[in-house]
C-alpha cells in the first residue's frame, strides 16, 4: 500500500515554544491530507483537513491559530503547533490518500508524540 | 456521518476465528461500513470495506447483514500480532474525513 511518513516520530519541548510536525506521502500525491490527534487509552479525533494550496478546515472546537497547518505541495503537511503547553502533550497522526485509489482508503502515518514540559 | 456502535473489548484464542460485531442502524444508502485497526502506539492501517455484498482480502472478511444495519469483521485465524484497537466507520465512499468512534480493543491469547 502507499506510504506516509511523520517526522519527527517523538519531540520533547518545553512549554510555550513552537513545534513543527511534518507529513509526507511518500509514492504518491495527495491533494488532501488530514490531522488527528490522540490522548492515551482514546479514539483518533480528527482536527483538520489540509487542503493542497488552500486553507485548512478545522473541526468544531479546534484552535485554527493554535494548530497551524499548511500544505504547500502535493506530498507534504505540516502542522505546527505554537506557544504548546503540557495540555497539548498528544499522539499526533496525519493521513492522506491517494487520489486514484479505487478503494478510496486512508493512509496513515506512524504518528508523532509530543511531550510538551 | 452515521454513527457506530462496537464493544469495548474482546478476547480470542491464537489459532481461532475473531468475530468483530459493529452496529450501524442509522448507515444511509451512500455510506460504506470500513475497517481499520490500530495496534498499540502505531498509525491506524486500513483493512477492508464494503457497501452490501460480503468482502475479503488477504487480511480478513467482512459480513454486512441485508438491512444494513450491522456487520462484522473475521479475522479467520488470530495471531498474537492481530491485538489492537478495531474501528468500524461509517462514511459515504468519496467522504473523505474518518470520524472515528471508540473501537473494540482485541486481545488474542496463547
Known amino acids: 500500500g502507499a506510504v506516509v511518513s511523520q517526522h519527527p516520530s517523538r519531540v520533547i519541548c518545553k512549554s510555550g515554544t513552537s513545534v513543527k510536525i511534518e507529513c509526507r506521502s511518500l509514492d504518491f500525491q495527495a491533494t488532501t491530507m488530514f490531522w488527528y490527534r490522540q490522548f492515551p487509552k482514546k479514539s483518533l479525533m480528527l482536527m483538520a483537513t489540509?487542503?493542497?494550496?488552500?486553507?485548512?478546515?478545522?473541526e468544531q472546537g479546534v484552535e485554527k491559530d493554535k494548530f497551524l497547518i499548511n500544505h504547500a505541495s502535493l506530498t507534504l503537511s505540516t502542522l505546527t503547533v505554537t506557544s504548546a503547553h503540557p495540555e497539548d502533550s498528544s499522539f499526533y497522526i496525519c493521513?492522506?490518500?491517494?487520489?486514484?485509489?479505487?478503494?478510496?482508503?486512508?493512509?496513515f502515518g506512524p504518528g508523532t508524540r509530543l511531550t510538551v514540559l | 456521518d452515521a454513527k457506530t456502535t462496537q464493544p469495548p473489548s474482546m478476547d480470542c484464542a491464537e489459532g481461532r476465528a475473531a468475530n468483530l460485531p459493529c452496529n450501524h442502524s442509522t448507515i444511509s444508502g451512500n455510506e460504506y461500513v470500513y475497517w481499520y485497526r490500530q495496534i498499540h502506539s502505531q498509525g491506524p492501517q486500513y483493512i477492508i470495506h464494503g457497501l452490501k455484498n460480503n468482502e475479503t482480502n488477504e487480511m480478513a472478511s467482512l459480513i454486512i447483514t441485508e438491512d444494513r444495519k450491522s456487520s462484522t469483521l473475521i479475522l479467520p485465524h488470530a495471531t498474537l500480532r492481530d491485538t489492537a484497537v478495531y474501528y468500524c466507520?461509517?462514511?459515504?465512499?468519496?467522504?473523505?474525513?474518518?470520524?472515528f468512534g471508540q473501537g473494540t480493543e482485541l486481545s488474542v491469547k496463547p
Open positions: 466507520i461509517v462514511r459515504a465512499h468519496q467522504g473523505g474525513k474518518l470520524i
Open positions: 493521513s492522506a490518500s491517494p487520489p486514484s485509489g479505487s478503494k478510496n482508503e486512508q493512509f
Open positions: 489540509s487542503n493542497e494550496g488552500s486553507k485548512a478546515t478545522y
